[in-house]
Antibody
Framework: QVQLVQSGAEVKNPGASVKVSCKAS????????MHWVRQAPGQGLEWMAL????????AYAEKFQGRITVTRDASTSMFYMELRTLRFEDTALYYC???????????????WGQGTLVTVSS | QSALTQPASVSGSPGQSITISCTGT?????????VSWYQQHPGRAPKFMIY???NRPSGVSNRFSGSKSGNTASLTISGLQAEDEADYYC??????????FGTGTKVTVL
């Protein structure tokens, strides 16, 4: 069955970087887009980025441009999201999610990881 | 880039129907049929409830339905049940490559 298992919680100082990982299993990586979404405490969902099935093309939300990189290691079925120059307001639960495909219908997130809590604190 | 606009809260009694709106622009909801809806219970990851504006994944109750008119999408929950109490988020493709979520709506079953 499809599973997305994320790395554990992180505590970082302001200005540092964090790299969250997401281990995918149960489906062919070369077929699906993967997304990253975050949720600050008590707040809503925020779309951050995606990586295409071949792991080469990416797209980032404008507010994260220049601070974020998403990558994929097909040999280990791992996806990564690195966020740099962390600020207090980056404290959030970070999710990886698979974009589903149903014929010509796409653009929805059908499987989600369990989330990784990143806390930015001095 | 701003989020799609949803009402902060919607409530209804058991058995009633409620509708949650999601307002965007001609660059997102109005441009694509990639509207999806997610249900999130406290402490849980989101669960997709509607995709492609009107489609319901297997396992999701037929009490949930989606629609779209112009730049506004809607999620209707009919026959409201206690278990439907949760936060709901819409999402849409925006531009050629990006996506955006709604501000979220807290559904309360009275």
């Amino acid at each position: 069955q499809v599973q997305l298992v994320q790395s554990g919680a992180e505590v970082k100082n302001p200005g540092a970087s964090v790299k969250v990982s997401c281990k995918a299993s149960g489906f062919p990586l070369i077929t699906y887009y993967m997304h990253w979404v975050r949720q600050a405490p008590g707040q809503g969902l925020e779309w951050m980025a995606l990586i295409n099935p071949n792991g080469v093309s990416t797209a980032y939300a404008e507010k994260f441009q220049g601070r974020i990189t998403v990558t994929r290691d097909a040999s280990t079925s791992m996806f990564y999201m690195e966020l740099r120059t962390l600020r207090f307001e980056d404290t959030a639960l970070y999710y990886c999610a698979r974009e589903g495909r149903d014929g010509s219908i796409w653009g929805y997130l059908d499987y989600w990881g369990q989330g990784t809590l990143v806390t930015v604190s001095s | 880039q701003s989020a799609l606009t949803q009402p902060a809260s919607v409530s209804g009694s058991p058995g009633q129907s409620i509708t949650i709106s999601c307002t965007g622009t001609s660059s997102d909801i109005g441009a694509y049929n990639s509207v999806s809806w997610y249900q999130q219970h406290p402490g849980r990851a989101p669960k997709f409830m509607i995709y492609g504006v009107t489609n319901r994944p297997s396992g999701v109750s037929n009490r949930f339905s989606g629609s779209k008119s112009g730049n506004t999408a809607s999620l209707t929950i009919s026959g409201l049940q206690a278990e439907d109490e949760a936060d709901y988020y819409c999402s849409s493709k925006r531009g050629s490559t990006n996506y955006v979520f709604g501000t979220g709506t807290k559904v309360t079953v009275l």
